[in-house]
């Protein structure tokens, strides 16, 4: 497994955002912190205990880099991302 999370996908396994994917902003020793682009943006990301996601490889993208690398990123490049995601899964 994959020791830090950061910048890879995950998906919602309870709650009322149940299913719903997610770009991983950080982590800490119990929780992610998410955003998705549109509801929970780059600046207030949603708190989740890692217990609560699935995470979804995706380290071949250039989002994924631009995270590990610490460089800003923006919330169109997530929506896009989680975009790309869907409709290939589709």
Same mark, same amino acid.
């Given at each position: 497994? =994959? %020791? +830090? ?6 998906? @919602?396994?309870?709650?009322?955002? #149940?299913?719903?994917?997610? =770009?991983?902003?950080? +982590?800490?020793? /119990?929780?992610?912190?998410? @955003? ?7 600046? *207030?990301?949603? #708190?989740? #205990? ?7 490889? %995706? &380290? %071949? ?6 995270? /590990? +690398? %610490?460089?800003?990123? @923006?919330? &169109? &490049?997530? *929506?896009? &991302?989680?975009? /790309?995601?869907? @409709? *290939?899964?589709?």
């Amino acid at each position: 497994m =994959i %020791n +830090e999370l950061k910048g890879l996908m995950a998906k @919602s396994l309870v709650g009322h955002d #149940k299913d719903k994917i997610y =770009i991983v902003i950080s +982590e800490d020793s /119990q929780y992610v912190y998410l @955003s998705d682009g549109y509801l929970k943006m780059c600046d *207030k990301p949603k #708190k989740k #205990k890692k217990k609560h996601v699935q995470i979804i490889k %995706n &380290e %071949n993208s250039l989002l994924y880099r631009k995270i /590990q +690398e %610490n460089q800003k990123i @923006s919330d &169109e &490049e997530i *929506k896009l &991302e989680i975009k /790309q995601y869907i @409709s *290939k899964r589709n």
